[in-house]
């Protein structure tokens, strides 16, 4: 007669001899983390070019007025309005003003601040001119000899350009940034304007005029 057995599978061990799989799940986590970690390495440092040209004196003080920074603002606005636009810029003195945050009770102050600037030899200038521009973004990659004699970058929200003005070999290369307010073509060339709207005596004008120069 014929025999027949019957050979039951044995159990596998395939699962048994599988690698766990959580070192390689980590080890691909940190090569991810070490690729993010050269991507958002800083390749470069930013400072302001008013900040870094004028270095570390200190600016002499004659009060700042009422809401000076808006008061500021409101003047600048308005001075782009009169320097480059077609439209009359009396008519936007209430609502440069609400803008800045300013009452419309100073109205009239504005209006004489302007009228004051337009009645300027170097307004005149202004008018005469084929090509006015204001508020121009500038953007510069400082000279390495501006990082080996700056002695007070502002390194509250770049760390590198401490390093940078210290002159260590690790230190990364600087963009300047800023803003122009306004810029003007003539025969000779471009002109370059910086508005400062602080209310001082007559006496300070020299000195503040001084202060400011090396940022222009």
Do not use: C
Not at 47 to 56: I, L, P, R
Request: net charge negative.
């Amino acid at each position: 007669s014929a025999s027949a057995s019957i050979v039951e599978d044995a159990p596998s061990n395939e699962a048994n001899d599988a690698q766990d799989p959580a070192p390689q799940h980590d080890t691909a986590v940190q090569a991810i983390a070490a690729r993010w970690g050269q991507v958002l390495k800083p390749s470069y440092a930013t400072a302001a070019v008013k900040h870094w040209a004028m270095g570390a004196g200190l600016k002499p003080v004659y009060g700042e007025g009422k809401q000076a920074a808006a008061w500021g603002t409101a003047l600048h606005r308005l001075l782009e309005l009169a320097a480059t636009s077609e439209t009359p810029w009396r008519a936007a003195v209430p609502t440069v003003l609400a803008e800045a945050g300013l009452d419309d009770s100073r109205a009239a102050e504005a209006v004489a601040a302007i009228e004051t600037v337009e009645q300027s030899d170097l307004w005149r200038r202004i008018q005469a001119s084929p090509r006015r521009l204001a508020e121009v973004p500038l953007v510069a990659l400082a000279p390495e000899s501006m990082a080996d004699t700056a002695t007070s970058p502002p390194a509250e929200d770049t760390p590198q350009v401490s390093a940078l003005a210290t002159g260590q070999s690790d230190a990364l290369p600087l963009v300047l940034r800023g803003v122009i307010d306004l810029a003007f073509r003539e025969e000779s060339g471009w002109v370059i304007v910086d508005y400062k709207t602080e209310e001082i005596p007559a006496e300070a004008v020299q000195v503040l005029t001084d202060y400011y120069r090396p940022q222009v």
